[in-house]
């Protein structure tokens, strides 16, 4: 990654995730009173001086502890600290200096990066309390008064950051990245998935079905090509988002698939089709984006000759409405297949994007409508002009027509199916808008 990487770590409840919203410009990170709230590493960009920088917002640090979710957050946070070139360690002057944060403070030291003392909460203007001056005593150097509430002493606090970063190297070439969402409900091994893939704790993985709260980016680089996977909070009913956490979570997923080129559904093997995964897909089918249904934990399934195909015909008729989306089976754990997924996605992705010349659109329809006829009503026919193509991701195509009402949802999936029958159009929603002639 050319950006330089900041990490913003303290431990619970002191403002980091408020803090990151103020610097990044956006309501990215979770915010919440109750401590605890983020959990895995968030990452947003942020501009200041020129340099942009690479922002990672990570779950409050307990360095001490027999908790086995915390102790997990304590290691993302250290592999925040491993990946960055400076870090912030935010405190809250409210509660003063207590023993986490001296414990925090000896960790970041041991780690030898440029470290910068944070105070926050100091919402005044003006000459900082006396509160202030007591954290000097964690012998980290000068602390940055800042109030992530209101944006007070946040310009400090990037000019130190810059004054610490490396030099500026000049950016590679851009290359063509590929943003994937892995979604799915909770526990169908998402964060299992995205750390086979990438070989490191990259996620939280918990057999606590809902822990990935957050929408997390890992970088790939394969023989694929680049891709970034976003691993998202698994979507519960929405009558079960009862408190506000959860639903935070729902609204990142969804921004998620928003920001995404293809949409991995993870299903679990063990448990099958359930009406939540079907509404999971629905939210990428309506988006428009590209879409691949992962059968997960196939390692765990008794099979014999016949399962993959029958499982294979039952999903396709549970997923209908998304008929053209391919299904693998696949094992997190084991990695079977995995490679397999990668050359799928790429597959989809360039379905998704694909834009088809106006003639060649216009020779397939006129293949189309002479083996097929249009429909008629009434002794009226129906008449397609021409057709061209409007936009990509997804496909969308204009039809200029004699009539809007002959042209049957019957018969535009008859087009539908040409047109992905000529052009390969596999993993993607294809769009039609109709026109009469006429309109405007």
Not at 103 to 126: E, F, T
Not at 315 to 340: C, E, V
Request: proline share 3%; net charge negative.
């Amino acid at each position: 990654m050319s950006k330089p990487v900041v990490a913003i770590v303290g431990r619970p409840n002191v403002g980091k995730s408020t803090l990151f919203n103020k610097l990044i410009g956006a309501r990215l990170s979770i915010v919440e009173d109750t401590p605890g709230v983020t959990r895995d590493r968030i990452y947003g960009e942020c501009e200041w001086d020129g340099r942009k920088i690479c922002l990672i917002d990570t779950g409050g640090i307990e360095v001490k502890t027999s908790d086995l979710l915390l102790s997990q957050m304590r290691e993302q946070a250290q592999l925040a600290i491993d990946t960055a070139n400076v870090i912030v360690f935010v405190t809250d002057i409210h509660s003063g200096i207590l023993a986490a944060d001296r414990d925090i403070a000896a960790m970041l030291m041991k780690s030898g990066r440029p470290i910068i003392l944070c105070v926050n909460k100091v919402d005044s203007v003006g000459e900082p309390p006396m509160e202030f001056y007591e954290f000097y005593n964690l012998g980290l150097g000068d602390p940055i008064a800042v109030s992530s509430v209101h944006g007070h002493g946040t310009g400090d606090l990037l000019d130190r950051v810059i004054e610490l970063l490396p030099e500026e190297t000049e950016e590679e070439d851009a290359v063509d990245t590929i943003h994937v969402a892995v979604i799915g409900k909770p526990n169908a091994g998402k964060s299992s998935l995205i750390n086979k893939i990438v070989g490191e704790n990259r996620c939280i993985v918990s057999d606590v079905a809902g822990t990935t709260r957050d929408a997390i980016d890992t970088e790939v680089e394969n023989s694929y090509g680049n891709f970034v996977l976003i691993d998202t909070a698994g979507l519960r009913r929405k009558s079960r988002v009862t408190d506000t956490i959860e639903h935070y979570s729902v609204l990142r997923a969804q921004m998620a698939i928003e920001r995404s080129d293809v949409c991995v559904i993870m299903i679990d093997a063990t448990e099958g089709f359930t009406e939540q995964d079907s509404k999971v897909a629905g939210l990428a089918h309506e988006s428009g984006k590209g879409c691949i249904i992962a059968v997960n934990k196939w390692d765990a399934v008794e099979k014999d000759g016949r399962t993959m195909e029958s499982f294979r015909k039952s999903l396709q008729n549970d997923f209908s409405f998304m008929d053209y989306a391919p299904i693998i089976f696949i094992s997190a754990k084991t990695g079977q297949r995995i490679d397999q997924l990668f050359s799928m996605i790429k597959q989809v992705a360039k379905s998704n994007s694909m834009r088809i010349a106006t003639g060649m659109l216009n020779d397939v329809l006129a293949q189309a409508t002479a083996r097929v006829q249009p429909p008629t009503d009434k002794g009226r026919r129906l008449k397609i002009y021409y057709m061209t193509q409007a936009s990509t991701n997804p496909p969308t195509f204009v039809c200029f027509v004699n009539s809007a009402e002959l042209f049957h949802f019957s018969y535009q999936r008859y087009l539908e199916n040409r047109i992905r029958e000529t052009f390969g159009l596999e993993g993607t929603p294809i769009r039609f808008i109709i026109r009469e002639r006429g309109d405007s």
